[in-house]
């Protein structure tokens, strides 16, 4: 089918390479021009505006938005629904809050503009293994676009969850999941590496274990694969990023009264991994230093 | 090889009938007969008392104890001592715990028995898939056994760990982490099944997580088997037992100074499942009376 | 001086008790009639709309607010504002998300009406004992309304906080940490009463911590009071509310990449005790008879 | 009434100079000289030996033991028990494992000797305002004991818990509590410190939350004193301790099988502010590349 792209980063450009492969004609967009020569050289259209792109496409017209949620994301919607024509739809690709999900689909429906919501897994692996897809929009609208998703997705498929907001959402979600599968993992080989009088080799225990173990599993193979490479992690900070989604899922399960203790823990360690130190530590010891006379270590 | 083992409940009897598979003279016994008796069948050299378990099998023996940890495998162990001799091997396959394995190695080797620690994953599973082995103990012992070993594990085979204690320690996190991971998705989809305005179908939802997604695993397989079965898993009741492991797991982490927060709110959770009601709750809702006069319910 | 309030429910109408035994002018208005008649007899001047609220006050007026947050508080902000003239003052006494008094001290500042946010602290006992005043606003508009805050609070006074909205934050904060030094109790209680061999007095053992104990404070005389009461807490359901601040403190931690486990598992643990069962608990039993063949039990 | 006490630390000397006070003959002994020439000035009997403090004391004797828990006091118990006669009581008022107690009075029965437990609340400020007491042991023995009691407690008292271990089961819990408050109250002025654009000044929040809020505290009064020293906590360290009985409440909660989120967090906690870095966030920082391409920090 005729596919409209913009935003070419990572996710992006693999995206755009995968549907290439799958024969599809993709006219290709991005705020600097290298990405754009580059996939054109893969064989898609270029486009170096959203005039351009939008121009390249027939109605009714398909484009996605592969950007970095908030902000950049909302600004290319509004710029694309400026150009475009009642029956076009626009699908949010990045990790866009359901919530904005709603509140723009609401717009773009008063100008006969169609929206749908992908939420997007598998990472840096998506282009040679299909991408995870978790689809928000109205039946018939997705249905439009299923050969698109059918060419993403691995062979078993892409799911169409329900109404616009439900893709992201279930994204959101996945992301939350796969915050508290890794500090579990993380928390496990810890405690393994501070039990030192065992030795005991956290590659070969990773790898043990994802050959028929009830924890095997494929972020267990990423990390046998980061312990073969770096036994002891040396050459790593343990500095942990958090991109949005795992705080979206806390506040949405706090909104539903559902406890997600583990979610929820799981981004407190990553904030703890950002800070040298902390103010709360600073008044504990303060406290034990007045009831008790501890001493405290001078800062 | 020449194995022995005594304790037939469902690991250990799967065990048995992978290592006749294999070929090995397995010679069985259990406290009841009909376990006996039903692998002989499968040809087995029956054993009804631990005596002819023993007798039955050829010097230097291997004799592995697959029962529940604590009493049970102590008693049985300090039973086989008492009838094995210097150059025999006593494998513990159970969940124990591993600073039991560390004091009954020592009080073995007084006596020229040798002690090896298995730790055993892959539950009903195992089988047919065969199981993951953590295993603990002196190398040329641990060498020795090794063909026993190997047919029990999958076909990239087990791993010997470290010294006596550290099989079973691993599988001790390996549970912890289990809880973890477990209570991870337990979290997402009580999320996504709260969100009712979405209508989510947990089952498509896990079955196409497990088509490339970050958090695909065997857990989730399990996971969408589970919810194709009972969409709404109306049929089961909110009640989750542990076993022992995660509790070992948070007092180890707790000795070895090392934040634990998801493994223990995993355990903490299942400690709610099977409260109908928490007496802190109470003193919290007095608490609420009396500084603000909230309404209580009434008992 | 002369004061306006509208919400006379519990908390209100102390504090126009309060302000009425200061001396002040106090002009009482309310939805239902009952209350304002009841205070009327303590000599309030009654209003029995917005309007004659706003007509019996002196410009340049000051009106309280004390309503619940949200829609209810909104609405009647708005309808005063629409009486109100330049120069005149709203405060808002209950419990607003800080973000709210930002936004609405926006919009009034443009129509020349001031606005204050008062957090107020104390429960039911701050009629005798004087309210914690937590007071966010620009200095010369509190320091004008000074003589209001001096009656409510005890000897030692109130607190100016800093600029709008500063009030009601240090409020919210207060009701987070509320939320665990609360919990921090219920699990001590819980876990002595599950000594049962003990056989512990939970009354005394209150009494005996209010007397020289590091943990004695305000909330451990009131459970003092309710053991006194029912020693076994036997007439109360575990069931447990909560007013939106916790939640809201949580939120704020995130937004500010502080960790906050403590109070936030304080707001989940709430959610427990009212849930019957959790379908979190149903999908960790699930996963276990898949993996294990561990026995679920039947709904 | 005649009193022998050995370890004459802070805790030790303290006790022993509010029983002169309080009209007793006090016999003090320590491992090294000073302490017990200074007690001795304030009245004390010396003993340079644990000889001498035994035969300074008529039988039947009771001796006070206040050192650091675990081998240091296990030693004093045995050596004083060898020196003393059936009818003597030996009082442990350190921190110890209330199963260490059971298992002590057991072996000491056996002699004749009778064994107390003695909680010890209230820091370097019991020596003037009393000590928070929660004895546990034989009602008899405790009788007997009474006057030491109710010069050590403030004026209401010293609680007998009941049998021998529950006066350290009711300290230890008691400290689990302190730990969950403690980090209630540090989470809060995080948040606060963290909302930089309200400049907030946490000694005055502090100080007005002592005055009528429902958080209002002994700590939050040590609190308000360590802001006024130091209003940002420059000077300290944000580095935190911690004694045992935090370890050892959860470690109960958990035999108990009840849920202490809070509790536990709270010693988590201060396990990260001894950690500079922790090896779980460096596996979540590997992860994160591996799946996502996700740049890391370059140790």
Not at 195 to 201: A, I, P, Q
Not at 211 to 216: A, D, I, K, M, P
């Given at each position: 089918m005729d596919i409209g792209i913009t935003g070419l980063g990572r996710m992006g450009a693999n995206m755009a390479r995968r549907w290439l492969r799958g024969g599809h004609r993709v006219v290709v967009h991005n705020r600097s021009r290298g990405p754009v020569d580059e996939l054109a050289t893969a064989g898609a259209v270029p486009a170096y505006t959203l005039d351009e792109l939008v121009a390249a496409l027939k109605p009714p017209r398909a484009v996605w938005v592969m950007l970095p949620a908030g902000e950049v994301t909302e600004r290319a919607i509004v710029a694309l629904a400026n150009l475009m024509a009642p029956g076009d739809t626009i699908v949010d690709a990045g990790n866009t809050m359901y919530k904005d999900d709603l509140r723009r689909a609401e717009e773009l429906k008063a100008r006969g503009i169609y929206y749908v919501d992908q939420g997007t897994s598998g990472g840096i692996w998506g282009l040679e293994l299909g991408y995870c897809l978790m689809v928000g929009g109205d039946a018939d609208v997705v249905a439009r676009l299923e050969p698109a998703f059918r060419t993403l997705a691995p062979q078993d498929g892409y799911l169409?969850?329900?109404?616009?907001?439900s893709g992201h959402f279930v994204k959101m979600v996945h992301n939350g999941v796969e915050y508290g599968m890794m500090q579990a993992y993380a928390e496990g080989f810890e405690i393994m590496r501070s039990?030192?009088?065992?030795?005991?080799?956290l590659h070969k225990i990773a790898a043990v274990w994802n050959?028929?173990?009830?924890?095997?599993s494929w972020l267990l193979e990423l990390a046998e694969d980061a312990f073969r490479q770096d036994p002891h992690l040396e050459s790593i900070q343990g500095y942990v990023e958090d991109s949005g989604e795992g705080r979206w899922t806390i506040q949405t399960a706090i909104e539903l009264d559902v406890p997600a203790p583990v979610i929820t823990l799981s981004l407190f360690e990553r904030f703890h991994s950002r800070k040298p130190e902390s103010f709360a530590a600073k008044v504990l010891a303060a406290l034990r230093k007045g009831f008790g006379g501890h001493p405290v270590k001078p800062a």
């Open positions: 169409h969850c329900g109404p616009v907001g039990k030192t009088e065992f030795n005991l080799d050959h028929g173990s009830v924890v095997r």
